[in-house]
């Protein structure tokens, strides 16, 4: 299950069982916005994890290249796992207050290590207020748990593996939002515009007006629209909202991260490198 909705929460958290619930909330423009948040109000027992510091490294240290939010090596994140008590067996809930696009990185890498029990909360932290279920300001006690992680991710591409792939006809996709793949407007990177032979399906897409998942149908047709094919690639801003486009992919049965591929240094990274072609417009 990729997606949990409120009321389904609500019953587990009743239930207890091996539960674990992650708060996310991230804001790119105050990176400590989320934690000021999560102290004033969260779900009753959530932990906090940091996107820009624990979902991410900043020190030349990542495995998988540059850009904004480099991932860190699996063995710093089972760091991260093991400080919040999460083990191999929990059951882990993601959410955050941007539909899902910030949860869903945890998802997805947690889905990359080959963790199975993950899902993001359907409307994240809004729908649970709007629901009027309980929140709380108090910091849980957690109990360190001990996770033995792969040496590697799973499910990434590099950008010469992607060069590689739109030559050979395979699909790649930007997450981000149409005036940025267009280059009518580049706030964060040095150059705008898009990875050539890159089609545009904007993860904020994915929702509806009521800020849930629109119906599978829905979802299906939009991802159709761009022809995925074989092992098709995801990339946006920094490798995190294309996540959310991962998740959609695994709510319609395409679960495996060797199935859909994620390049982490996305767009923040390429459009560092003055060697690499950028693309301006509507077309790929």
């Not at 290249?65 to 991260?80: D, I, K, N």
């Not at 047709?221 to 690639?233: D, K, M």
């Not at 319609?252 to 301006?280: F, K, M």
Request: some cysteine; hydrophobic content about 40%; glycine content about 12%.
């Amino acid at each position: 299950m990729a997606v949990i909705s409120v009321e389904e929460l609500a019953t587990r958290i009743g239930r207890g069982d091996d539960l674990v619930i992650c708060d996310v909330r991230f804001d790119l423009s105050d990176h400590d916005r989320g934690r000021r948040s999560y102290k004033a109000a969260h779900i009753a027992g959530a932990r906090f994890i940091d996107l820009h510091h624990e979902l991410a490294v900043h020190d030349g240290s990542s495995p998988t290249g540059g850009g904004r939010h480099p991932l860190p090596t699996t063995q710093r994140f089972a760091e991260v796992l093991e400080r919040n008590g999460i083990e191999p067996s929990s059951y882990v809930v993601a959410y955050d207050d941007a539909g899902g696009a910030v949860a869903a990185r945890l998802w997805w890498m947690l889905r990359s290590i080959g963790h199975q029990r993950v899902a993001v909360l359907d409307g994240g932290y809004p729908a649970w207020v709007l629901a009027g279920q309980h929140v709380e300001a108090d910091t849980p006690a957690v109990n360190k748990s001990t996770y033995e992680v792969p040496p590697h991710w799973s499910g990434v591409v590099t950008a010469d593996e992607v060069v590689a792939a739109i030559d050979s006809g395979r699909t790649v996709v930007d997450s981000r939002a149409e005036a940025r793949y267009r280059g009518d407007t580049e706030p964060l990177d040095p150059q705008a515009g898009h990875v050539p032979g890159a089609f545009n399906l904007f993860h904020g897409g994915n929702l509806g007006e009521d800020g849930l998942h629109r119906p599978v149908a829905e979802l299906r047709g939009r991802l159709n629209s761009v022809g995925l094919g074989q092992q098709p690639i995801f990339y946006c801003g920094s490798g995190v909202t294309a996540c959310h486009n991962l998740l959609v992919m695994s709510m319609l049965g395409i679960a495996d991260p060797g199935d859909a591929l994620l390049y982490p240094g996305s767009w923040s990274e390429w459009s560092r490198d003055d060697q690499r072609p950028v693309a301006t417009g509507d077309a790929p």
